[in-house]
């Protein structure tokens, strides 16, 4: 998750992240790849699918610490 907050998401890279988390889920709980079971391994580990989330939640947070440096370094410059 290193840099996610300049990452370009696209439906590829969603998918591919869905995935991943859910090879994740599946290798915590020793849960077989042939065994067709989303429901069933997010409902053993009681989550839902964050890293979409994450990602998104990291995107915001970055474009506001942007925004408000952006804004301080307008007050700064209208005071001198």
């Known amino acids: 998750m290193y840099g996610a907050e300049t990452w370009t998401v696209r439906k590829v890279d969603q998918k591919k992240l869905e995935s991943f988390e859910m090879w994740y889920w599946r290798i915590m709980e020793k849960i077989s790849c042939t065994h067709r079971a989303k429901n069933e391994v997010l409902n053993r580990v009681t989550e839902k699918r964050n890293i979409l989330h994450a ?23 209208k005071e001198r």
């Open 55 to 77: 990602i998104k939640r990291r995107k915001l947070n970055y474009t506001g610490y942007i925004l408000q440096r952006y804004y301080l370094l307008n007050t700064l410059l």
